[in-house]
């Protein structure tokens, strides 16, 4: 169609246009200010989870390190290989990255440095040559000493090893300071450090004190003073481990030395206490840059971080047209609007072809419409209630099996298509959509023109054509789904039956294992542990360095006895075989002894008799309950109920824990609760969870008695016979 000149000399004089044009301007600077306040939002969002991750990762570190000191703490005389074996175990490396090392300075009185080092030269427990070349560095006579004595990873030429920390008058000030408050001690500036390799980073220290010793006041805590326990840290290591790829990309990330927390610095950007500096990213003098400055606490001292961003670095491509697709979207849907009005108001040969062309758009629908229904198996259909008129579309006469298509059907004659066990439903609950009480929803078969018979979704809604009622409604075919559905569910059905079996196979493995260690290893054990016995005896006074080497294997004999009755005992506890009750007696016992917290058994006073199969069941079901306790419910009690009401037995285990999400239930990590509630199906039984956040958890167990325990499923015995 060609646009006249006419036409545009309209458009351009028009207060309308002008008005539309004028909106498009105003949504184009409103979307401007959004973008821009997305994009500071997403910076925040960025910035605050580098600085969780920051935190983290330093807490994470400085939480090794206190574990260093609580290895110290359980004992005065930790040896090198006892701290060289922990840290190794540490795998600082994969584990803590950031942490260059860990070590172990010795407090040491000048009286006392003599013994010292010849007791370092002579440590053989790593080296077999001990340290010969082990000297104090610097060299020098002092009143006090805090010598790096052990330190990993580490070689034996460390330049490190011997040095003495009191030496430097700053450091010895921190660690004075730390000794007299027992806080952690850090170096709040960035330090050449050789450990193990050349780089820049910080050292921080925990005090750390001889055990049983008052430490109430500064002069208790000097005299209790065994020494520090430090770490190295690489910042650089410490960073790339706690903030992302993306973050590092689209931010500049700088943290500053911030001072102790009684007197932090602020806002400074003294290239002194500069700490790290991710390079990358913004300058955050510019006028345009996202600039973020956070707090982070890092033992007694203050770290500031700065995070800086361009203003459009987290904005994405759409974004940053949004605002021009509004504002051209606008002018051009101005343009359109008018552009119609002046068609309808100029021609009403256009208003014919403009009606022919949604006359020809509304075919199509209905075409698009039908063939839609057709593919979805989902049919129309409308009932008018005063003259019992349905009309039908094309794919409800399909699902039908109706091959000739006819709009208008009787409401009789749909009913009676209805399957004779449904009629009855399917006629109440459209009488009820009639009456304008309730939607009809529900499933139902037919029976079609075939003779087959054909699951369907039926779905009706009063509702109104002009004056008259007209009840609307859809069907699906949906035999294929009940179908699936009932297939799954014979499938779940098999696989529970079969895990059912495979439990009662490993509770026979079990049982058969313990037997067997228990009769042959036990008993070859205890002939081997009465020959050794005697030998000890003959050994006693004639062969003194004998006997003694004698004993030592009558105690290794003895550990490994007691090893073998402990897996028994996980294997299959021989409480077992003294019944149901004496079991849940020794399991709470056992469940108290391990973990301290507090645990009470009521049973009825009468003995529960069940078979074999059903007592181990529910000692399982009662082992990983309490199990779940332990790792999940931080709970101080555990109350343990069982008793028979009727004919079922009822195990309740209720915890004064924090209680349960609803979503954790679902969550992949739930295979404890999933394992005792299969355990319960597999016994026909019920399973329930009364819990809520902050209130605790009962678990509550249905077990009817009497009933056989569901064979292995057909398949499985049939591969067993076939192998």
């Known amino acids: 169609m060609r646009i006249s000149k006419r036409f545009f000399m309209s458009l351009f004089t028009s207060t309308a246009w002008w008005f539309g044009v004028a909106v498009s301007l105003m949504l184009y600077l409103l979307v401007v200010r959004v973008v821009d306040e997305k994009t500071e939002a997403q910076f ?47 795998d600082l490396e994969k584990s803590f990255p950031g942490i260059d090392n860990l070590n172990f300075a010795q407090r040491v009185t000048e009286a006392g440095i003599d013994d010292f080092v010849a007791a370092v030269r002579n440590d053989t427990s790593i080296a077999p040559g001990g340290y010969p070349s082990f000297d104090i560095r610097p060299a020098g006579r002092r009143d006090e000493y805090e010598i790096l004595t052990y330190l990993e990873p580490t070689s034996a030429d460390d330049a490190a090893f011997g040095l003495d920390l009191m030496a430097n008058p700053r450091a010895a000030d921190a660690l004075s300071v730390s000794r007299d408050s027992g806080q952690i001690t850090s170096s709040g500036r960035l330090i050449h450090m050789k450990l193990p390799q050349d780089h820049v980073g910080l050292a921080i220290r925990i005090p750390l004190y001889r055990s049983a010793m008052p430490l109430e006041t500064v002069a208790d805590r000097r005299n209790a003073y065994l020494g520090s326990v430090g770490a190295g840290i690489d910042l650089t290591l410490l960073m790339a481990g706690a903030l992302d790829e993306h973050t590092l990309a689209n931010m500049r990330v700088r943290v500053f030395d911030g001072g102790t927390g009684r007197q932090p610095v602020s806002g400074t950007v003294d290239p002194e206490r500069l700490l790290f500096d991710s390079g990358a990213g913004v300058d955050p003098a510019a006028h345009d840059a996202h600039v973020r400055r956070v707090m982070l606490n890092v033992g007694p001292r203050i770290w500031e971080a700065e995070f800086s961003a361009g203003r459009h670095a987290f ?28 068609s309808m108001m100029t ?35 409308t009932l008018e209630p005063n003259t019992k008129t349905m009309h039908w579309s094309a794919e409800t006469s399909r699902i039908f099996g109706m091959s000739h298509f006819r709009t208008h059907q009787k409401y009789d004659d749909f009913l009676r298509r209805v399957h004779a066990d449904d009629r009855q439903v399917v006629r109440a609950g459209l009488n009820r959509a009639l009456a304008g009480e309730e939607e009809f929803n529900a499933e139902h078969r037919i029976s079609r023109l075939d003779g087959s018979t054909r699951w369907v979704h039926l779905i009706a809604r009063l509702g109104h054509d002009g004056q008259m009622p007209l009840l609307r409604g859809t069907i699906m075919d949906i035999s294929d789904r009940k179908e699936t559905v009932e297939a799954l569910q014979r ?66 004999i003895d550990a490994t006895v007691r090893t073998i009755r402990t897996i028994i005992n996980n294997l299959r506890p021989a409480v077992l075989d003294l019944g149901l009750t ?51 419910a931080n709970a101080t009690y555990v109350l343990v109920d069982l008793y028979q009401a009727d004919a079922q037995l009822v195990l309740k285990i209720t915890d004064n824990g924090i209680g349960i999400v609803p979503t954790q239930r679902k969550s992949g990590n739930s295979f404890g609760l999933v394992g005792v509630e299969e355990r319960v199906h597999a016994l026909n039984g019920e399973f329930r969870i009364d819990s809520a956040p902050g209130r605790g958890t009962t678990l509550i167990i249905h077990i009817p008695l009497g009933q056989p325990l569901p064979e292995a499923p057909p398949s499985l015995v049939d591969d067993t016979a076939a192998g």
């Not at 910035?47 to 359980?74: E, K």
């Not at 974004?319 to 009005?341: C, N, R, V």
């Not at 006074?541 to 030592?552: A, D, I, T, W």
């Not at 849940?584 to 108290?592: C, G, L, M, S, T």
């Open 44 to 90: 925040n969002y960025h910035a605050d989870n580098a600085r969780l991750s920051i935190q983290t990762r330093v807490r994470s570190h400085v939480d090794v390190l206190r574990g260093a000191a609580a290895l110290f703490a359980s004992r005065n005389d930790v040896s090198r290989a006892e701290f060289v074996a922990y840290v190794r175990q540490l």
């Open 315 to 342: 904005a994405s491509d759409f974004d940053l047209t949004l605002p021009w697709i509004m504002l051209i979207g606008g002018i051009a849907g101005s343009t359109l609007l008018y552009a119609i009005y002046y």
């Open 347 to 381: 021609a009403r040969g256009r208003a014919v072809e403009l009606a022919r062309e949604m006359t020809h758009d509304l075919r199509n629908s209905e075409a698009s419409l039908a063939e839609a229904q057709h593919m979805a198996h989902l049919g129309s259909w």
């Open 491 to 556: 499938s779940r059905e098999l696989l529970r039956e079969l895990t059912a079996y495979q439990d009662r196979v490993k509770e026979e493995e079990r049982k058969r294992i313990a037997r067997e260690i228990h009769d042959e290893l036990g008993q070859t054990l205890l002939a081997l542990r009465i020959d050794v016995s005697m030998l000890e005896a003959r050994t006693a006074r004639g062969h003194p360095r004998l006997n003694e080497k004698v004993r030592s294997a009558l105690e290794q």
């Open 582 to 632: 004496a079991a849940f007696e020794w399991q709470v016992a056992e469940f108290r002894r391990r973990t301290g917290i507090g645990c009470e058994l009521r049973m009825d006073e009468r003995d529960l008799e069940v078979d074999d199969n059903l007592a181990t069941s529910l000692f399982r079901i009662l082992q990983e309950s309490l199990t779940n306790v332990i790792r999940h």
